[in-house]
């Protein structure tokens, strides 16, 4: 029953996650000029917005280059990728309170048809997962597992 319940969050997540477009062959690469491509996983702390930053201080230096481009030019095309950052986060933290709000309606459907017992270990599966993804998370960003903290 256990593995049954496992199986079925599974399923639910990968057709979420699938409908959502996450789920693709190959990750687009965030721009043509680097073809570096965009991982979700590097928002933690901050790194997203500095690997962003990076990632548009080459781009822009690459155009200044291969397009000649003047002081001025440069300055609005920094400008530009300033104000695309900020709304390309915006855009990350609308698409990750969507989640949320889309797993937390499917985790209500789930426990909809479950029995007071099928209940406490989904939560229990579910608080498991939560500790799983964080560890994975910290080791990610070099600090550890909270366990060593």
Known sequence: MKKGLKMLAAAVFLTVMASMGFLTAQEPPCCPECGRPAKMEKKMDGKMDRDMTKMHEKRVDNLVKKLGLSADQKAKLDEIFKNNAEKMKQNRDKMKEEMKAKMDEINAQIESILTPEQKTKFEEM???????REKRMNKKQ????????
């Open 126 to 132: 579910k608080k498991e997962m939560k500790q799983n």
């Open 142 to 149: 070099g600090k550890g597992t909270p366990d060593k903290e």
